[in-house]
């Protein structure tokens, strides 16, 4: 899953990508209103964590833009003030939450998991196709019934984007990024990397579950 962070104070900004890294969750940041713009409508991310107060283009104004544009992502405004009329304008505009400064970790993260589960992108903390299963909890492959290997961060966000679409051909663009990011260096040899160690450690598991090559486009989970 991949979250955009608009957000123009540095050092919060800074401490929140830090949090949802460490929740394993990918986060781009920027911080102007019309970089959020830009970014939001490029249809990469499951979330947009979005403050109201900003430079160049406030976030109602964003909200509203995408709104507009029947962009329904899911929008968690951030915002100092608590009145009452701000919070009413912010949800009236298509915002799914609104969470006023200061705020503790596990709200936000909570907040977060809440909005994205009520548009259907999260599902439980483990997901199994075929013989095999994704625990999200452990960050690990299982297979039904059996042992289970540890992935790594990458490893693991490939992995979910790939169970998460069952025999759907994810394109290497996607991958990248929503793995990745929008501002990435990588290149397809990256995933094709990544892909080849989820591959070594399906195979350790001796399960029927394989990835397949769509030549020259992507990847999909198959049960063969």
Not at 119 to 134: A, M, P, T, Y
Request: charged share 30%.
């Amino acid at each position: 899953m991949r979250i955009l962070l608009v957000e123009d104070e540095v050092r919060l900004s800074q401490a929140l990508v830090e949090i949802f890294q460490k929740n394993r969750f990918g986060v781009d940041v920027v911080f102007t209103g019309l970089e959020g713009l830009k970014y939001a409508q490029s249809g990469t991310y499951d979330a947009i964590v979005l403050d109201i107060m900003l430079p160049g283009m406030d976030g109602i104004s964003i909200l509203k833009k995408l709104r507009e544009d029947r962009n329904q992502v899911p929008v968690l405004l951030l915002s100092a003030k608590d009145d009452i009329n701000d919070k009413v304008k912010g949800l009236d505009c298509g915002a799914d939450d609104y969470l006023t400064k200061p705020f503790s970790t596990e709200e936000l993260l909570a907040r977060v998991r809440a909005l994205t589960r009520r548009k259907g992108n999260v599902r439980e903390n483990s997901i199994q196709f075929g013989d095999l299963k994704l625990n999200k909890s452990t960050c690990a492959l299982e297979k039904v019934g059996g042992e289970n290997i540890k992935l790594s961060l990458k490893e693991f966000q490939i992995a979910d984007l790939l169970f998460e679409n069952p025999h759907q051909v994810i394109d290497k663009e996607k991958i990248i990024a929503k793995i990745w990011g929008s501002d990435t260096d990588a290149e397809y040899n990256n995933v094709e990397v990544y892909i080849s160690f989820l591959r070594k450690k399906i195979e350790q598991l001796k399960v029927k579950t394989r990835i397949r090559t769509a030549r020259g486009i992507g990847y999909s989970l198959e049960d063969l």
